[in-house]
């Protein structure tokens, strides 16, 4: 047996003996989400929601008030924030706060990957967004930003697991190398189970199973554009693997989703300037 399949098998001793806990999504941006899906709204539940969770509302001013989102002057309040962005932005930048406290790792070779995941998934999330507003696929763009934020979820679980790994066995001589094997082929079906455990919609579930499949549902529009963004952010190198260099107007996802080389173009540069958003 070699040495990487060794060493996944100890990842996935460690995944069914339950002895590393499951992260849990945040409750106040799980409410945050449920007032966000109703017809209309109510600001003030929201504002109550945000700034109840101290942690969660700094995070909320310091995105809104980052070089993407910055207006004229400073946000000071999570009202002003609601008002001068919109509840759309805001349900964006509460899961984007909400999720940034769980990407992270006191080990500081894993925490280095984990920095890289959150990057490509951010990038994912507003390059599928992008995508969802570029034609008129019937896709909720808060759908699509749900689906690429957390479409490589299960990398994080597996980078987790490794962690807890580490800490109780530090004989074990773990390796970048060793590291991106066992997330590339473990993630999909933990970020499934993951998502199943959150009870978050299914098709999300599906979105993180899918991704890399060679065989796909290709009338799953969500997946095809959180594949697209996904492939998009891979080839301008914000991602945790070396990037591949492929002609991206001729994939699968391109065609079916009428995508042409102008529109990945613009959609680079828009990811580019967005990369602002991972510091």
């Known amino acids: 047996m070699n040495q ?3 060493f996944i098998d100890i990842v996935n001793h460690y995944i069914q003996s339950d002895t590393v806990t499951l992260p849990v999504f945040s409750a106040a941006a799980s409410r945050v989400q449920q007032e966000l899906a109703k017809k209309e709204p109510d600001i003030r539940i929201i504002e109550r929601i945000i700034t109840a969770d101290q942690s969660l509302s700094s995070q909320v001013l310091k995105t809104a008030n ?3 989102y910055k207006g004229l002057s400073e946000i000071s309040t999570i009202r002003n924030a609601i008002i001068r962005l919109g509840v759309k932005e805001i349900q964006k ?3 984007l706060a909400a999720t940034r406290n769980t990407f992270q790792c ?3 070779l894993i925490n280095l990957i984990v920095k890289k995941l959150w990057q490509h998934s951010v ?3 507003y390059g599928a967004v992008w995508i969802c507003k570029r034609h008129d696929y019937d896709v909720d763009p ?3 930003f749900f689906g690429g934020l957390f479409h490589d979820v299960g990398k994080l679980f597996i980078l987790m697991v490794i962690e807890h790994i ?3 066995n530090k004989q074990t001589k773990i390796t970048p190398s060793l590291i991106m094997e066992s997330m590339v082929k473990l993630h999909t079906t933990q970020g499934y189970q993951l998502l199943k455990h959150w009870n978050v919609p299914n098709q999300f579930a599906v979105v993180a199973r899918d991704h890399h499949l060679l065989d796909i549902d ?3 529009t969500l997946l095809l554009i959180v594949r697209m963004a996904n492939q998009v952010c891979c080839k301008l190198g914000i991602n945790t693997e070396p990037s591949q260099d492929i002609m991206l107007s001729a994939t699968m996802e391109a065609n079916l989703l009428n995508i042409s080389e102008m529109d990945i173009a613009e959609l680079e540069i828009y990811l580019e300037d967005s990369r602002v958003l991972t510091a």
Do not use: P
Request: net charge positive; with cysteine; charged share 35%.
């Open 106 to 108: 006191k080990d500081k």
């Open 166 to 168: 580490k800490q109780k």
């Open 66 to 68: 980052s070089a993407f």
């Open 218 to 220: 290709q009338e799953n």
């Open 123 to 125: 990038g994912c999330a």
């Open 4 to 6: 990487q399949k060794s």
């Open 142 to 144: 808060s759908e699509a």
């Open 93 to 95: 930048i509460v899961l």
